[in-house]
């Protein structure tokens, strides 16, 4: 019974918080990202931020998450010996790292207002999640992904920084 009117409640505060609402950047950033309960996960519930502090928390997220994966990646590979394996983690790793980069610039991209290039950051590190994930099966072998949830969480946060970026480009856009 605990279970079910903790899971109501969830759904309740989620259904708050993605109800469209100008004065509520977290709605606004959640429900434009691919995966609004991830995104509520990532930030918590608490609604009182600006755009421009979901934005930051948003990259930091997945600066933390992205810099993780590289980690374990590297403990993989350093574990394999099938040379596959090796290339295709070495592949990942490059992803990992792009990510990571488009990231750290991104925040100097945020400092200096420059939210479309935010945004793009935030694509780039969706599709580098992708083809570490595409990786796998393009790879001779017929591989099983070790970093399925990874890539997922990483495209997931890419999606959130893209849809950050969004809602503080338009809250500090000029009104017509």
């Known amino acids: 019974m605990a279970t079910s009117s903790s899971s109501l409640v969830l759904c309740l505060i989620i259904s708050s918080l993605i109800a469209p609402s ?12 691919k995966n609004p309960r991830f995104c509520l996960e990532v930030f918590g519930l608490n609604p009182h931020r600006s755009p421009h502090e979901l934005t930051q928390e948003a990259l930091n997220s997945a600066v933390a998450n992205a810099s993780g994966t590289i ?5 993989f590979q350093d574990q394999k010996e099938d040379g596959n394996l090796k290339v295709i983690y070495s592949l990942c790793l490059n992803y990992y790292q792009a990510a990571v980069d488009a990231l750290k ?3 100097e991209f945020l400092i200096q207002g420059q939210y479309s290039n935010v945004n793009t950051a935030g694509n780039i590190v969706e599709e580098d999640a992708s083809n570490c994930e595409n990786t796998f ?23 959130i920084v893209v849809a950050a970026a969004d809602v503080l480009s338009n809250s500090t856009s000029p009104k017509n």
């Open 105 to 107: 610039a991104a925040e």
């Open 22 to 33: 100008t004065s509520n950047p977290l709605s606004q950033v959640c429900i434009k990202s």
């Open 71 to 75: 980690t374990k990646i590297d403990t």
């Open 137 to 159: 099966k393009k790879v001779p072998g017929n591989y099983v992904s070790t970093l399925t949830k990874d890539n997922e969480n990483l495209g997931f946060l890419g999606s």
